[in-house]
């Protein structure tokens, strides 16, 4: 008994200096759900044909949003800068968060696996969260990854880098930068990046088809850049910039040598000479056929 009391102390204790939300701070499950909110109205927002340059209108449905919830502007900064200073909660939180984003497309008709060049010779490496968010506060804005080949690989595979990308902010530079470098046996390295400044899918790809060569590893990184601006100012900053990445993949896709690819054009062209040469034989021997019938 003594031993079961002094269990039940110490689990006690560490439930009481267990860290907790300060007070006047929302909860995880608090700010998932207005960030959510925020993104589904930011989505319909954009579909309308004003498209983005007035944002009043986006202003206000935010701040019905935040009415909705019973939460001041102030709390919601006060909330929004507490996480963005705390990395543990603030990634339970954008997890939680990518993950409703995911099952709300899929509710909707839309699809989470689509990738292009999609077939037998094409394989997702990608060995990371396959949906994230990234945040215009350092180090927070910044995803960072690596991958090694492994024995699907082959000698001149193209690498792609591919995510969709959905923006949640309330002013500012849109600008999400993906860097792909491939590293090959020879000690060279081949580079590769893109700039994203909308809604929608972006792809990134080093080609390997002419050297062939045989890939060492691949690196890379997608960031939320700033700008002067952006920099210069406070970086708790309530200004609200965001964007959601989903569908993450990197792909390596297999490809013909140009000499096996010239020979098989030539043999296409050599049996196509000869479908045609058939043909012709054919229709001279049915036109032969019926003038030696008609005598």
Same mark, same amino acid.
């Given at each position: 008994?003594?031993?079961?009391?002094?269990?039940?102390?110490?689990?006690?204790?560490?439930?009481?200096?267990?860290?907790?939300?300060?007070?006047?701070?929302?909860?995880?499950?608090?700010?998932?759900?207005?960030?959510?909110?925020?993104?589904?109205?930011?989505?319909?927002?954009?579909?309308?044909?004003?498209?983005?340059?007035?944002?009043?209108?986006?202003?206000?449905?935010?701040?019905?949003?935040?009415?909705?919830?019973?939460?001041?502007?102030?709390?919601?900064?006060?909330?929004?800068?507490?996480?963005?200073?705390?990395?543990?909660?603030?990634?339970?939180?954008?997890?939680?968060?990518?993950?409703?984003?995911?099952?709300?497309?899929?509710?909707?008709?839309?699809?989470?696996?689509?990738?292009?060049?999609?077939?037998?010779?094409?394989?997702?490496?990608?060995?990371?969260?396959?949906?994230?968010?990234?945040?215009?506060?350092?180090?927070?804005?910044?995803?960072?990854?690596?991958?090694?080949?492994?024995?699907?690989?082959?000698?001149?595979?193209?690498?792609?880098?591919?995510?969709?990308?959905?923006?949640?902010?309330?002013?500012?530079?849109?600008?999400?930068?993906?860097?792909?470098?491939?590293?090959?046996?020879?000690?060279?390295?081949?580079?590769?990046?893109?700039?994203? +400044?909308?809604?929608?899918?972006?792809?990134?790809?080093?080609?390997?088809?002419?050297?062939?060569?045989?890939?060492?590893?691949?690196?890379?990184?997608?960031?939320?850049?700033?700008?002067?601006?952006?920099?210069?100012?406070?970086?708790?900053?309530?200004?609200?910039?965001?964007?959601?990445?989903? +569908?993450?993949?990197?792909?390596?896709?297999?490809?013909?040598?140009?000499?096996?690819?010239?020979?098989?054009?030539?043999?296409?062209?050599?049996?196509?000479?000869?479908?045609?040469?058939?043909?012709?034989?054919?229709?001279?021997?049915?036109?032969?056929?019926?003038?030696? +019938?008609?005598?």
């Amino acid at each position: 008994m003594r031993r079961f009391s002094w269990i039940i102390t110490l689990l006690l204790l560490l439930a009481a200096c267990a860290p907790s939300t300060p007070s006047g701070i929302l909860s995880k499950d608090e700010m998932e759900d207005i960030l959510y909110e925020m993104h589904i109205a930011q989505s319909i927002y954009e579909t309308r044909e004003a498209g983005i340059e007035n944002g009043a209108d986006l202003m206000a449905l935010r701040a019905s949003i935040l009415r909705k919830h019973n939460v001041d502007k102030a709390q919601w900064d006060s909330s929004y800068n507490y996480y963005c200073r705390n990395s543990r909660e603030l990634y339970e939180v954008y997890n939680s968060l990518s993950k409703r984003i995911e099952q709300n497309v899929i509710a909707l008709g839309g699809k989470l696996d689509d990738m292009q060049g999609g077939d037998a010779d094409t394989a997702n490496i990608w060995n990371a969260e396959p949906a994230f968010i990234l945040m215009h506060q350092p180090p927070y804005n910044l995803y960072t990854f690596e991958v090694l080949p492994d024995s699907t690989f082959e000698d001149g595979d193209r690498i792609t880098l591919q995510y969709d990308a959905q923006f949640i902010f309330q002013d500012g530079m849109r600008d999400v930068t993906s860097f792909l470098a491939v590293y090959y046996d020879n000690d060279s390295v081949a580079t590769m990046a893109t700039h994203t +400044n909308f809604d929608g899918h972006s792809v990134t790809t080093v080609n390997n088809d002419v050297r062939r060569l045989h890939v060492k590893k691949i690196k890379g990184y997608i960031v939320l850049v700033q700008n002067m601006v952006q920099n210069s100012s406070n970086v708790n900053s309530s200004t609200m910039r965001m964007v959601a990445l989903r +569908n993450v993949k990197l792909l390596h896709l297999h490809t013909t040598p140009p000499a096996v690819q010239q020979e098989k054009s030539e043999v296409e062209e050599q049996v196509d000479s000869l479908r045609v040469d058939s043909l012709v034989k054919d229709s001279i021997m049915k036109s032969h056929t019926t003038i030696v +019938n008609k005598h």
